[in-house]
């Protein structure tokens, strides 16, 4: 099993990114991915999941209304489109497969992070 996320950088607020988790190992609609995000000091915090089998999205307060995951299948990958982003929104952020394909059952495998950063 691996992930991979990229897709991090530097970003002005109110701009966008896409991030990318490519995946290995095992099939997306046997598991669901999910985003996490750490800053400096805090606590990490879910962003967004996807569950397996019928890919329903469920987001976490801060991407409401602003963030959108997805995934292809095809391509083993899933995205997390994160639009009007803020200086909040600055941290390291994570995609982590979970143990089963409900959203509900918990991280098991984490892919290495890629850094975003909201500034001015």
């Known amino acids: 099993v691996q992930l991979q996320a990229s897709g991090g950088g530097l970003v002005q607020p109110g701009g966008s990114l896409r991030l990318s988790c490519a995946t290995s190992?095992?099939?997306?609609?046997?598991?669901?991915i999910a985003w996490f995000r750490q800053a400096p000091g805090r606590e990490r915090e879910a962003v967004s999941c996807i569950s397996g089998r019928d890919g329903n999205p469920h987001y976490g307060a801060p991407a409401k209304g602003r963030f959108s995951i997805s995934r292809d299948n095809a391509k083993t990958t899933v995205y997390l489109q994160m639009n009007n982003l803020e200086p909040e929104d600055t941290a390291k952020y994570y995609c982590?497969?979970?143990?089963?394909?409900?959203?509900?059952?918990?991280?098991?495998?984490w892919g290495q992070g890629t850094q975003v950063t909201v500034s001015s």
């Open positions: 190992g095992f099939h997306l609609d046997d598991f669901a």
């Open positions: 982590a497969r979970f143990y089963a394909f409900s959203c509900s059952s918990g991280p098991q495998y």
